[in-house]
């Protein structure tokens, strides 16, 4: 049952019958605000003009014809017009027993609508870093809501595959590499070549230096530094399909994509496809001859291929390089029309830092301005920074926070913590493992997926696996005792069916909303592609088991039909913690 809908149905009901039918937008129906005793909340004042009476006395009259009409309304008290309906236990125990029985609580009906989602677009030319596990973690988790709200989705990663930044890699390893490869230097591909985009910086620098030193302006330097002119030679011979460029991008690459796989899988998430900018930036040059001929773009003298969008409050954008080679934007116009012709999308939505809100506004004007109506189902899921207390992350100077460094020191981090707590004494070295695993990457993506997605975030890994506070550790140790009392109860006999939910206390009938509240949490995420209302929802639902666990017994109660309903209410309340949990990619422990 959709609880609003019931709340309004009743209401709607009640207000007819007394004063005539009223328009939906007078049915002002909230929830209680918690200063105040209540379940839901009428707004009187729209309705005044019909019952042309007080907002108090209205609110009374109201009051007194659901109560009197409706059982599952227990009770309602008015303040200054706002009239606050309490439902009786038996709806909650009713509610409870419903949600129970429901394997898919919590997921919608199929809409029929299917969305693509973008996410983690590495570059090829470097391993993950602190950055992209937020956008990874970010997308799969978005991905998953979706999927719960009844969509047909898919998951997309659109790999940086070339371009000048990938030449500086190859260019580099060319000159100082010596043959090194991952299998003689023991590195991970990405991390090998990573290696040789930071050594390309190096040497670019101190060749700008010597230019400048020589008299030459640090602008010219720049655009005349010899190794920087090789790269740009070299990403021509890849456009011209060079043999021997042709054939270390696709070794270099390899190895690239060989130890991205290892960082996803420590991750957890996956993609239903994997897009490359070398196979659809070809596209994106037929989109801008197109746009040419259609007088939409126009070529400047040095034959490059522009966009005025003065006339709509922005500037003019390049699509192609004078010497024909792509832009980011060239592939993303080609990437987006094969997307939505392959797919017969209603929506895309691309996760991309917030550094990049322009170039997302550029792209959809592009395509609108092609003709193509669907740019209008675009959607930037934007998302700032991950920040450190040292401060921002520059690849091309080495001093990003590796991801497979971060996890490996995450599940240390949790290992070092659990054992000094003593949460892992009963456990074998590969239970142990396990959880810690478990823990560590349980924190760092609750940590991450907490915040808002917009906001710029400052990222602690140690306050990240605090068991105590709103964190990923303190939920899962939450199901990990709620499964510890399971297995007891299991042990004694104790049943667990919801039939026994007939006396309640206020503390259960707490939790039991709490439950309830769950379809409508996962409808917010979705509506709002924002993972950090889920993260609200668990750690709150967690922090109220807590404290009901706290100050009632659930295996020692004596009343046998109680103890039934406290252990079947604990089950549900680790159930949801899980579906809740997963939606963010979290897995939680049975053991802790």
Not at 34 to 63: C, H, M, N, Q, W
Not at 167 to 187: H, N
Request: net charge negative.
């Amino acid at each position: 049952m959709n609880i609003e809908n019931y709340i309004s149905q009743i209401v709607s009901q009640s207000v007819e019958a007394l004063y005539g039918r009223a328009d939906a937008s007078q049915l002002q129906i909230q929830k209680t605000r918690k200063e105040f005793d209540g379940d839901y909340t009428l707004v009187t004042f729209p309705l005044l003009k019909l019952s042309r009476k007080s907002p108090e006395a209205t609110a009374t009259e109201i009051g007194e014809h659901i109560v009197a009409n409706n059982p599952s309304v227990a009770s309602f008290n008015v303040i200054k017009g706002f009239l606050n309906l309490s439902l009786a236990p038996s709806f909650w125990a009713e509610r409870f027993a419903e949600s129970a029985a429901d394997e898919r609580f919590g997921e919608a009906a199929p809409t029929g609508r299917t969305i693509m989602i973008e996410y983690s677009s590495p570059n090829t030319n470097k391993p993950l870093h602190l950055g992209h596990i937020r956008n990874n973690l970010l997308g799969y988790s978005v991905a998953q809501i979706l999927k719960a709200n009844g969509h047909n989705v898919i998951k997309v990663n659109l790999v940086n595959d070339r371009g000048i930044h990938i030449c500086k890699s190859m260019l580099a390893w060319k000159l100082f590499g010596g043959g090194e490869t991952p299998a003689s230097s023991g590195l991970k591909g990405d991390h090998l070549v990573g290696k040789y985009y930071v050594e390309f910086d190096k040497h670019y620098k101190a060749e700008i230096k010597q230019l400048v030193e020589s008299g030459m302006s640090e602008e010219e330097a720049k655009k005349n530094a010899p190794v920087m002119r090789e790269a740009q030679e070299m990403l021509r011979k890849w456009e011209a399909k060079d043999p021997e460029v042709y054939g270390l991008w696709q070794t270099m690459n390899g190895w690239v994509y060989d130890g991205f796989d290892v960082t996803y899988k420590a991750l957890g998430v996956d993609f239903d496809k994997v897009y490359y900018e070398s196979q659809t930036y070809l596209l994106g040059k037929s989109l801008v001859q197109e746009g040419l001929d259609k007088g939409v773009f126009f070529r400047k003298e040095d034959n490059s291929v522009w966009i005025d969008l003065t006339a709509d409050g922005l500037d003019q954008k390049l699509l192609l390089r004078g010497d024909g080679t792509s832009v980011y934007m060239t592939q993303d116009l080609g990437t987006a029309l094969r997307r939505f012709e392959d797919n017969k999308l209603d929506d895309m939505i691309y996760v991309v830092g917030n550094e990049q809100n322009y170039h997302f506004q550029v792209l959809k004007l592009v395509l609108k301005k092609l003709g193509y109506d669907w740019s209008d189902n675009i959607y930037h899921l934007s998302y700032g920074m991950v920040e450190l207390p040292e401060g921002k992350m520059k690849s091309r100077e080495g001093t990003v926070v590796d991801a497979d460094d971060l996890i490996a020191d995450m599940v240390s981090t949790a290992r070092e913590m659990s054992d000094e707590l003593g949460k892992l004494d009963v456990c074998t070295e590969e239970e142990a493992a396990a959880i810690c695993n478990m823990v560590g990457l349980g924190a760092l993506k609750y940590f991450i997926l907490k915040v808002d997605p917009k906001k710029t975030m400052l990222f602690d890994p140690r306050e990240s696996i605090d068991f105590n506070g709103n964190t990923g550790p303190f939920i899962q140790y939450t199901h990990a005792r709620i499964c510890s009392i399971m297995r007891k109860a299991d042990e004694a006999g104790i049943d667990r069916t919801p039939h026994a939910c007939d006396e309640l206390l206020p503390e259960e009938i707490g939790l039991i909303k709490s439950l309830a509240d769950f379809p409508n949490a996962v409808a917010a995420a979705g509506e709002n592609f924002a993972p950090s209302i889920i993260a609200s929802y668990a750690y709150d639902l967690a922090k109220t088991f807590n404290g009901y666990y706290h100050d009632h017994s659930i295996l020692r109660e004596e009343d046998e039909r109680k103890r039934a309903m406290r252990v079947t209410l604990a089950a549900e309340v680790a159930r949801v913690l899980d579906k809740a949990m997963k939606l963010l990619g979290i897995d939680v422990p049975q053991r802790m």
